[in-house]
């Protein structure tokens, strides 16, 4: 680990370069890949007249509902009200299922558009569609018109939230690949260079030593005897 930072720091400039090219690989997967608005809605069965009785209170009667309300939901998951949707949106992705949250007969209606404003219009859709096709299904069967399953939305979102959860996946992701590479080919960087700097053997080169000549080497070897004559002339002298 030390030795990666001590490359890190001896390349630093390469570092430097790399940490912005991150930020703008950052920034690109920010503005490629932008934030998606969801809308819901929740949509309640009620039964028929008949299953009421005259001054009863449909909400005391919704058993049984489950039923018609899972029917419901297979409709609206069918290859023709797919493109229908596509036809109102084409990047608009939808979910139309029973609510698991509560013990009745809920449909929740959920949305997603790259543009609030198409989810919400989307959203309108369905829960226009969501009457029109629960009168088709009853119409289909003849059921009779005191017996005819009504709906009523409970919660209408008016408003699109944004879900930044995907681009910010793709934000890191894009965040870690540049610091990854950025480490990767510093230190890869740093061995390239410091193997040109070194001989083939792997050693630093050795400081080069000057060329003597034949005569200052003869010089150097007689220098000690002429040391010894003058030592044993000055021992003479006294």
Request: glycine share 8%; net charge negative; hydrophobic share 45%.
């Amino acid at each position: 680990m030390l030795d990666v930072i001590r490359a890190l720091v001896r390349r630093w400039y390469f570092v430097v370069l790399g940490a912005v090219l991150t930020a703008a690989l950052t920034v690109g997967a920010y503005v490629s890949t932008p934030p998606e608005y969801s809308a819901r809605a929740l949509v309640l069965l009620l039964p028929s007249d008949t299953a009421v009785g005259e001054g009863g209170n449909p909400l005391l009667s919704l058993s049984g509902l489950e039923q018609p309300a899972g029917i419901l939901v297979a409709y609206f998951n069918s290859d023709s009200a797919t493109e229908e949707v596509e036809r109102q949106s084409a990047t608009a992705e939808y979910l139309v299922a029973i609510d698991e949250s509560t013990r009745g007969p809920v449909v929740v209606v959920d949305v997603t558009d790259a543009d609030p404003q198409r989810a919400l219009d989307t959203l309108g859709f369905l829960l226009d569609r969501i009457p029109e096709g629960l009168a088709t299904l009853q119409a289909q069967v003849a059921a009779p018109a005191d017996a005819v399953i009504t709906s009523m939305p409970l919660t209408v979102d008016e408003r699109a939230e944004p879900d930044f959860s995907g681009t910010i996946r793709v934000m890191i992701a894009a965040l870690v690949l540049g610091i990854a590479l950025t480490c990767t080919a510093t230190i890869a960087l740093d061995g390239l260079l410091r193997r040109r700097e070194m001989r083939p053997g792997g050693r630093p080169p050795e400081p080069r030593r000057t060329r003597r000549s034949a005569g200052t080497r003869e010089a150097e070897a007689l220098e000690p005897t002429s040391r010894e004559r003058l030592a044993s002339a000055s021992s003479v002298g006294t």
